[in-house]
């Protein structure tokens, strides 16, 4: 998708009402991209869409987390359901698509076939430069078939008086973002990691990181949750950054360099060593904790940003680099591999300064453009 094609879709109002404009809005390309994510578990798991996710929620309890942590969220997806006009269950496990990914490896190798690999995302933040403010960024790499799905939300929340700006997939919740206080959220799977059927899922995380007004209530709610998949979260406000490695256990934050104000990631762990040795890990397929992938862009990252100064267009260059023609951080989808999960349906650049903006492609970088977005807009939408 051109950046300049993807939707911009504005959510103001309560809860519920937030949630019914999205599906409403969306409700053609909700339908779409669910026919595609049907189709992809009929390919993988040989069984009705209606089924599997019947046995997604009865084998997982994740309700009564994100009703204690984050209600409202949960009001979101009620009304996203009857905006599109589907039902609350298939949005709920939909919003779920980190933990869909651990249960779908899981009932896959019980059976002896395998799952995704889980090379997903390249992400990283860069704090502390004189003269610049901070960065935080990344790919956020899914299935190829979330090409011409992309949408950026800006959400308004009445009660906490915060906007924020999600990039998303069409009824997803938000795949990354950042708030009009400056607080940003990047993330990326850790399938290494021990997960939890009763724990708070990623997007719901995500979303309440981006209701906090400031760098330590956002790592302070990370802390506190009890967390359903394995996940670092790369976390960014003024001057600021950390990253998180997540787990049913644990939370470490990983310093790559010993600089604290610097750090990247991909999907190994370093500093969390609660391992999941259960049905579906990498482990037990005889994996070791990091693939050539993931290795391959941790490397790039390191190259390109792990010293010297680091700018917006640096940072735009190493999430479009292919500097690794098997293993690149921008990543296309290769005829016939829609259903693979690698496929970098857009990289942003989110500038943490006062007052702070993003840059995204809407897509691959090193075929995307990047446009600039910020909160002017959304404030002048509204007054219109």
Not at 25 to 34: A, V
Not at 327 to 338: E, F, N
Not at 352 to 375: D, K
Request: hydrophobic content about 40%; glycine content about 10%; some cysteine.
């Amino acid at each position: 998708m051109r950046t300049q094609d993807m939707p911009v879709v504005d959510l103001r109002g309560g809860p519920r009402e937030r949630g019914q404009i999205y599906g409403e809005s969306q409700r053609e390309r909700i339908g779409g991209i669910l026919e595609h994510w049907y189709r992809a578990i009929e390919a993988d798991h040989k069984v009705a869409p209606e089924s599997y996710i019947a046995d997604f929620l009865a084998e997982t309890d994740f309700l009564p987390a994100i009703e204690k942590h984050t209600p409202d969220v949960m009001e979101e997806v009620r009304g996203m359901a009857e905006g599109a006009d589907v039902s609350q269950d298939v949005m709920l496990a939909f919003n779920c698509m980190d933990e869909e990914w651990w249960f779908g490896r899981e009932r896959l190798a019980r059976s002896g076939a395998k799952g995704d690999d889980g090379e997903h995302c390249s992400a990283l933040g860069i704090a502390g430069q004189q003269g610049l403010p901070t960065f935080v960024a990344q790919t956020m790499d899914i299935a190829g078939w979330s090409e011409g799905y992309q949408v950026l939300l800006r959400h308004h929340d009445d009660q906490t008086g915060l906007t924020s700006l999600m990039f998303s997939a069409a009824g997803m919740l938000m795949l990354t973002g950042m708030n009009d206080a400056g607080v940003a959220v990047c993330c990326n799977t850790l399938l290494q990691l021990e997960r939890r059927r009763d724990g708070l899922p990623v997007q719901f995380v995500t979303r309440g990181i981006l209701a906090q007004k400031s760098f330590e209530d956002a790592v302070a709610f990370v802390r506190a949750v009890p967390h359903a998949s394995g996940q670092n979260y790369t976390i960014g406000a003024a001057g600021r950054v950390v990253s998180l490695e997540c787990s049913a256990n644990q939370v470490s934050a990983y310093v790559p360099g010993g600089d604290a104000n610097r750090v990247w990631h991909t999907n190994h762990p370093f500093a969390n060593d609660d391992i999941t040795r259960g049905a579906g890990s990498p482990l037990d397929e005889g994996g070791a904790m990091a693939s050539a992938n993931t290795l391959a862009r941790y490397d790039c990252l390191t190259r390109r940003i792990g010293e010297g100064r680091v700018t917006a267009e640096t940072i735009k260059a190493a999430l479009a680099s292919r500097d690794d023609a098997e293993h690149p951080v921008s990543r296309t989808v290769a005829p016939g591999q829609s259903n693979v999960i690698g496929f970098t349906a857009g990289a942003m650049v989110y500038v943490l300064e006062n007052p702070p903006h993003m840059e995204l492609a809407a897509g691959p970088p090193c075929s995307t453009e990047f446009l600039p977005f910020g909160f002017a807009a959304a404030a002048a939408a509204a007054a219109e």
